[in-house]
């Protein structure tokens, strides 16, 4: 049983960074495609970013491309969303998921942590 927990929330002004971080336990991290999701009050979970098994692929959602990076460090059983150019409408809990497939699907992921609080202010 994989083990997720996330990290990094908080409150930024718009324009501002932040740096998310889920560290993985209880299983074997390089086997593990990683997803970054987030989901808004009222509205339903959204895909955020992929990586790879081995972080050489990553894949974004348009709204985030070019302001949010994701990667891995495997020796550290970690991955990163490092979140530029924040917005209001990034506001939401962000969740790490993983799965041995690589997707951009919600409903494919096994594992979830319990996600970190993301507020942008205007």
């Known amino acids: 049983q994989v083990q997720l927990v996330e990290s990094g929330g908080g409150l930024v002004q718009a324009g501002g960074s932040l740096r998310l971080s889920c560290a993985a336990s209880?299983?074997?991290?390089?086997?593990?495609?990683m997803g970054w999701f987030r989901q808004a009050p009222g509205k339903e979970r959204e895909f955020v970013a992929v990586i790879s098994k081995s972080g050489g692929t990553t894949y974004y959602a348009v709204s985030v491309r070019g302001r949010f990076t994701i990667s891995r460090d495997n020796a550290k059983n970690t991955v990163f969303l490092q979140m530029n150019s924040l917005k209001p409408e990034d506001t939401a809990v962000y969740y790490c998921?993983?799965?041995?497939?690589?997707?951009?699907?919600?409903?494919?992921?096994?594992?979830w942590g319990q996600g970190t609080q993301v507020a942008v202010s205007s």
């Open positions: 998921a993983a799965d041995p497939v690589y997707s951009t699907v919600v409903a494919n992921y096994d594992y």
């Open positions: 209880g299983g074997t991290f390089s086997s593990l495609a």
